[in-house]
């Protein structure tokens, strides 16, 4: 019987695509090719409320709002994948990757920031760098052995 090591759990995983430049595209879209850029959304993934969330939270931002989880299921009533659990599961991966923040209010963009600043300052050095780094040590390793 082979046991599955703790080890081969990671720490954190990274999806990072790259798509044509964003001119031209309506509002919803693209979100749609941010969160999918960012590995929240998979290429044909017809269940794509998490698009439909992080807009909220984009407008919400506009009017320095903040958003609960009731108010994103009662905007989102009727569309597939607004249920409670699910709302508050989307909400927990854009929380990971810091494009939200949770506050005494609610929840919004972490400190109703730019988002290039987010990536700047948070998803580059601290997620796609680390990882980086992190895989240049596994290739070391490798040519060492």
């Known amino acids: 019987m ?8 990671p720490l954190q995983e990274l999806t990072l695509r790259k798509y044509e430049q964003p001119h031209g595209l309506e509002e919803r879209e693209l979100v749609r090719k941010f969160l999918l ?16 969330i992080f807009y909220l939270f984009l407008k919400a931002r506009k009017q320095n709002l903040s958003l609960d989880p009731e108010d ?48 700047s300052n948070y998803l580059i050095p601290f997620v796609i760098n680390q990882s980086a780094d992190r895989l240049r040590e596994y290739a070391k390793e490798l040519d060492r052995r």
Request: net charge positive; proline share 3%; glycine share 8%.
């Open 72 to 119: 994103i299921i009662e905007e989102l009533e009727g569309k597939t994948g607004a249920s409670s659990p699910n709302v508050a599961r989307q909400i927990k991966r854009l929380k990971n990757l810091k494009l939200i923040e949770k506050t005494h209010e609610g929840y919004r963009i972490t400190e109703f920031g730019k988002l290039d600043n987010i990536v």
């Open 2 to 9: 082979v046991k599955k090591a703790s080890r081969d759990i």
């Open 37 to 52: 850029s960012l590995g929240l959304l998979q290429p044909g993934e017809s269940r794509d409320i998490i698009v439909d």
